[in-house]
Nanobody, 112 residues
Framework: VQLQASGGGLVQPGGSLRLSCAAS??????MGWYRQAPGKQRELVAS???????NYADSVKGRFTISTDDAKSTLYLQMNSLKPEDTAVYYC?????????WGQGTLVTVSS
């Protein structure tokens, strides 16, 4: 299984970024994005099940959108109206029973 995340960078408050995660090697039942800010625990940002059902952290509802391509081989996170508190390393995660796989992180910095 390989997960390759990309799309992080520096953006001003109010700006947008789209993260991508290329996933291969298995069929995943749940795919998601987590983030870890300096000095904080890793937290779930958003997830999407193979059924299409999505789940979002309260802090990102209405601003972030998780999606996949039709083949479910690429996971996306569209992030709009970014805030400084969104600054973190973002990780993609994919679950294929019984294993949860992690990609390398991609840094998102929201700053003026």
């Amino acid at each position: 299984v390989q997960l390759q995340a990309s799309g992080g960078g520096l953006v001003q408050p109010g700006g947008s970024l789209r993260l991508s995660c290329a996933a291969s090697g298995s069929i995943f039942s749940v795919m998601g994005w987590y983030r870890q800010a300096p000095g904080k625990q890793r937290e779930l940002v958003a997830s999407i099940a193979s059924s299409g059902r999505t789940n979002y952290a309260d802090s990102v509802k209405g601003r972030f959108t998780i999606s996949t391509d039709d083949a479910k081989s690429t996971l996306y996170l569209q992030m709009n109206s970014l805030k400084p508190e969104d600054t973190a390393v973002y990780y993609c995660s994919c679950f294929a029973w019984p294993m949860n796989y992690w990609g390398q992180g991609t840094l998102v910095t929201v700053s003026s």
